[in-house]
């Protein structure tokens, strides 16, 4: 069976999710924080589009996770790196996705050994609901409820537009 996609307008939904995070950093000296793959990304092309002068810092949580002894180590694992002084700090975690909230919560966990930030808000492009853990956005591009059994995937053209698809998980 193929996977089934429905493409969403990315481009119109990072329009909206930018302005709101400009809305939410206004007047604040503040870090940008992206969790890898997508909120990378969406991290790097809001500190160009926002004119943010910091570096932006990039987290791979795959230690942190909760669910790391059932999954095991990903191959794809890269190193963190927080370029500027998180203790004190405002820090926008950017994320592209939000599902159960046990990704953000690994990417706080690995934040604070960095140090104790002032403030922590969490910026997603899209939340899609199925929330497991306590865990709620300051500022969301857009809203969609969709069934555990469809993925929301971000990907990125060499030209940095991004595309956003719903697609049928395929069945083991």
Same mark, same amino acid.
């Not at 930018?18 to 990378?40: N, S």
């Not at 700090?89 to 950017?94: A, N």
């Not at 690994?106 to 899609?128: K, Q, S």
């Given at each position: ?50 004119? &943010?002068?910091?570096?932006?810092? =990039? ?10 002894? *059932? ?10 790196? &927080? ?10 975690? =950017? ?56 993925? =929301? ?14 697609? *049928?998980?395929?069945?083991?």
């Amino acid at each position: 069976m193929t996977a089934q996609f429905i493409e969403l307008d990315a481009e119109s939904i990072y329009a909206l999710f930018a302005q709101r995070v400009r809305e939410l950093v206004a007047g604040r000296t503040m870090g940008l924080v992206g969790v890898h793959t997508g909120g990378v990304w969406l991290a790097e092309r809001l500190r160009k589009d926002l004119n &943010i002068a910091a570096e932006v810092g =990039v987290l791979d949580v795959s230690f942190y996770r909760d669910d790391f002894a *059932q999954g095991g180590l990903n191959p794809g694992v890269r190193p963190s790196r &927080i370029p500027f002084e998180m203790a004190g700090c405002h820090v926008v975690l =950017v994320d592209d996705v939000l599902y159960t909230g046990r990704t953000v919560r690994a990417a706080m966990n690995e934040l604070f050994d960095y140090g104790r930030p002032a403030r922590i808000d969490l910026a997603v492009l899209i939340d899609r609901g199925g929330r497991e853990l306590p865990i709620a956005p300051s500022v969301v591009g857009r809203t969609i409820e969709v069934p555990d059994e469809v993925s =929301v995937v971000l990907q990125r053209e060499a030209s940095g537009r991004l595309h956003l698809t719903l697609e *049928q998980k395929a069945r083991a």
